[in-house]
């Protein structure tokens, strides 16, 4: 794991937690945090077996290790100008990596990095954790196994409330560096959350932009890059999308989802409700999936990511679980062991394409007019 | 229409705004006030074409004039204690009646009216008004047709938070006489809403109590009447029931409902979402019929009961106005006039079973042991 | 009354029972449809005190007859090609107006209407049923007392699924209309259900779009008119601002809904649920404001317009009602006689800003960028 | 681990992941099937530390190992006939114990353990997973600092749809041991859930039962326990109390809740809505806590229990790692070292509790009548 240390970091126990709740993964090497000797006492204070001062030495170290000892993957949790950095390290010694999402903070190393997976034939996932939740992964199926006909519109949004005030001033470390350009990129909201409303666009629908109109704001006064994001898209197949992002919705808590409309159905999925899944079709009744009922209805490829008897609710880490399992029976599968089948989760296309998403809609939001997604968007 | 009138009568404008909204029936006489002045006054105020100053001159003169001048059905809206006169005397003289509920203070009067409507052949409606939302029409249609298997046990619940506080010693009209045993009957909660919540057993089941078990409890301090009222029952299918009436539910609107458990499935109607009707089956996703949406699904008995295009919802006023409707289409077709056909809404007997299951429910609670509810409950 | 008769008329039944239900108001005069010889006969079947041929007849018989027997308001149901004739010769004789939407097919007939109703001082409401719903009211007072703090993002929406085939070409009354530039205006879903959507922000948000980018879309194939309809927009206080209203929703019900976003708070309230209002404010459990609940914290602007008891569902039909209940009221008060306080339902102005609205959205749905909303938008 | 092995256990993975991610913990010693091979070679594949044949192996060698060696906690869960024997050796050896529920099969073994936890001042933990979840240890908070008055009713309930069918003749484990007296007690679907719901009342509302009756049937043929349960209660306050279970509410998912009524508000929990809280007022919006909001809301007792930022659902799982988490606390204070504050999970007189009000309600249920709870109920 690269990052993901110290008190104040968001994402890092979520993945510790999700590596560890399966009983089929453990805490191997750490590089937590960017200041060395807080790295070392970090790895030891969270269990890690190997403590490394910075990701260099980790990948160098690990690398050197014969297979069977060294890590089988790279988790990487840091702000998104330091995801380049340890996956190309990684990449380039055959490591696999499961890395936080945008992939870069630009599209240029973003296709780098594509270009070494595909060069090297490395496993590699973005954690859009959100379509680790079963009923994403079945509106996927539904909408794959023509449950709602022909894709003609898709609707992707994502509301937080959190930066409603201006955080980053109050010495807020997660807000600071999101409204920090040089770290986060050229749109703040946009990369932030925007890629992760426009990830359901290509997880769940299947389909991508080929031309967009942005419209970025900075509504909180004072704050350099974008806390809200809207974007109207049009797809591969002809049909039409919006994607709205905002983190200026006071009051909202995370608030992502996506609705698909099909010519004879529609699909909604919100976190808000992140365990049911709602199929509409007119003159019939509105059918309500949930992850927690007796799910004997669910396809064959959603049933190894489920842990409970039905009724009881799983949540967020394993979401995120359920991208580290793919992960891990894609390394299996890679090595020739056997695996179930891994589900089709986000991986080094998906996010080349957020970052082709955010570099139109950065173009468009400057010029006021509709421009072409560039290719792999 | 007896009673009704007065600035606190809580349902004599919704059963006005009931007859008159349908464009098919005018207010033609009224009795609307204990007192014959006042009574005479509202007729005019709330333009009835004849006003009465008792509800005795009111039959009499109606029954007098010659059929097609008269009225057609009687609507009364009294305190409990004053239904039974007006409507022993209406359907001795052969008007039809809808009546509010419970249909009396006690069984032998219920039983009277009974003999009298069958007797005389007279149309005659208990305003168990919820059962005139079409998703609970619905849950019947669904039971009756065998979409949940054979009942094994009903719940059916109503839920009200306005009595939490000793509101009868403000001087409430409403409250005082549900308080008080002389008008209100040998039971408070349960003759006043657990009457109801006992309706939907027999209505969307179509099942009826054969043994109980009651608890009939006075919370607030210095209240003569239960407030809070529960029953176990046996039914006559061998299928249990819980029936289960609260006033001091502190907060709560107006929650009543019913779930009716099946062989092979479950049906849940909630007066808060009244709009919608859910159907759980193991296995199956979730099924949400909404009144609202494209209706074709319904079944052609609830078809005419509907009147406005799909998407834009009824709510109590026109679940009331259903009931006239029912009675309305009843009278026409007695005349041999044509008609739709009228669903099946509560009439005498349900009316007669509301007070035998009340009637034994006291006399259970006073023993605490089970009791067989009296022929017709 | 002019249009709203035939079995086919969506909305001639609906105010004809909004006008009854309150028992103050009669069906006086009708033009009920294009046809004279069926205009006579459905206002002989419907109860109307007079019927005429044509809208012409009932004008100018009814502007002859003495005030106090000729009809006090003249409510306008037809096509959106025939609201501005009728209004404008009501309006000419001093007959007050309640019209459906939108106001009129372009913009310029809205602006002879407005400058009628500026110089005669006739009382004039377009049914935005919509804002008839007290939980919308009820927004509009919390912005306006301040309760979200400044209003920085508005989303409106309105989706529909009932045109997610091809109607028109099957013969349907209501979708032909509503295809034909001719009688629809030069947009099909943004005039029909996007004005709705945009009078959220006027009403509820108290704010107008003074800028905005379209983007306007033709789904289904073969039909001539946009479908779905998407507005970016900026605000008079700077705010931002989105308008979606979809006609090719499958499934979808009727789901308009305005989103308020405060500087303190957000508001939210969908049609789905038209009974509540959700009020978010950060590190506060949410409050959900209902209708049905105890309502003794409405304020006292919205309480006039409730009509049942605490935890009784009203409706559509209610709501517009009170549209009803509003033009009544400031009639009285015109007259000089005594009346409760009308609420600020939409008049004239919004009418004209639905069209300056949708003609600025045509515009920028050609050319691609964004355009400046023309005065009165 | 004693129980838990196998791959038709329920809650054995669950309990795993629970203690393992939160990397505060390891699997140390397991004796997790009836077989002691099994119980070897599960202990082996499910990487504990140490496995054993048996329970009784378990506790010897684990109890003869120095302090800081041996496990800190034994956590039992195996059928309910067998939670007593290894529960009662650990405790007599000084180890801690969180065991699954109902306690025991009969209430005089639940007295034995309350003992031996007594005398040895032995930390020990029920397994009653609900009252993990945050929203219900803030219903405690809530109740307890006044924020609804004083407690009058209390209505608790779990409703289940998977025995609706006989399972337990198609050879299903879960459903076979469960319709077992001699390895399940005395109630069926009491003994297993319907303790769940009795718990509520005492550790949400506080207050216990002092007086019952109960109805208990064995709704499907062929059943010899009971799968549905309905019990009237009197608290200890005066108030009143429902507690109902079923296992054949067909299609139902794992609904249990808890609504607590008080002078001044009620509270309302359910389980399908874990992450909420509704809190009712008369005159006053619904509150609704939400557990993924911003909890700056919630009390310092229960912060400690939260582990994602606001906004990230955390579902079972997390509920019952927060169970091993106050055990660990209190261990770790009742050691001297430091710890936060461990919240009053359900230990052992709960756990007696639960076996007095099952004793109490198969005695009231044989008889048809209400019947005293024995002490400590």
Redesign the interface.
């Known amino acids: 794991m690269v990052g993901g240390g110290g008190p104040k970091s ?1 994402f890092g ?2 993945h ?2 999700a590596i ?4 089929t993964a453990e ?1 191997t090497a750490g590089a937590l945090r960017s200041n060395p000797e807080d790295s070392l006492s970090d790895a030891r204070e ?2 890690f077996a190997r403590g490394y001062p910075d990701w260099r030495s980790l990948v160098s170290s690990e690398s050197a290790l014969p297979e069977g000892e060294r890590i089988d993957y790279l988790t990487i949790v840091t702000p998104n100008d330091a995801h380049f950095g340890p996956a190309e390290a990684a990449l380039g010694t055959g490591i696999a990596v499961l890395s936080e999402k945008p992939l870069t903070t630009n599209l240029d190393e973003a296709r780098q990095l594509q270009a070494l997976v595909l060069s090297r034939e490395v496993p590699f996932l973005v954690a859009h954790t959100y379509t680790g939740y079963p009923m994403v992964m079945l509106a996927r199926e539904l909408v794959m196994g023509g449950a ?1 006909g022909e894709v ?2 898709v ?1 992707a949004w994502y509301r ?3 930066l ?1 005030t201006r955080r980053e001033a109050d010495g807020n470390k997660q807000a600071s560096w999101r409204a920090d350009p040089a770290k986060a990129g050229a749109s703040g909201c946009g990369g932030d959350i925007g890629t992760h409303a426009y990830i359901f666009i290509r997880f769940a629908a299947g389909l991508h932009a080929v031309r967009l ?1 942005a ?1 970025m ?1 900075s ?1 909180v006064p004072g704050r350099p890059l974008d806390d ?1 994001f ?1 974007v ?1 898209a049009e797809l591969n197949n002809g049909a ?1 999308a ?1 994607v ?1 992002a ?1 983190q ?8 992502n989802g996506v ?1 698909i ?6 699909l909604t999925w919100s ?2 409700r ?1 365990d049911e899944l709602e ?12 992850q ?3 799910t ?2 669910l396809p064959g490829s959603i049933r190894p990511y489920l ?12 979401a995120l679980a359920n991208l580290h399992r793919t992960l891990e029976w894609t390394i299996r599968r890679a090595r020739g062991e056997p695996s179930p089948q891994p589900f089709a989760h986000p991986g080094i296309a998906d996010g080349v394409a957020g970052m082709a998403f955010i570099e139109a809609a950065v173009q468009s939001a400057r010029g ?3 421009v072409d997604v560039p290719r792999g968007g």
């Open positions: 968001f126990a979520p510790r937690r560890l709740m399966d009983n805490l969270l269990f709602i003609r519109k609707e937080q409330g959190w409603s109109l419209r704001k509504v809200d809207t109207l039409i919006t709205s905002s200026i919705t006071t009051g909202a808590e995370n608030d609705r409309i099909g010519t004879t159905g529609t976190h808000i992140f199929h509409c079709v007119g003159g019939q009744p509105v059918r309500i999936y949930r927690g009922a007796d004997s209805y842990r409970l008897p039905a009724g009881h609710p799983e949540g967020f880490h394993e006021g007019g509709w």
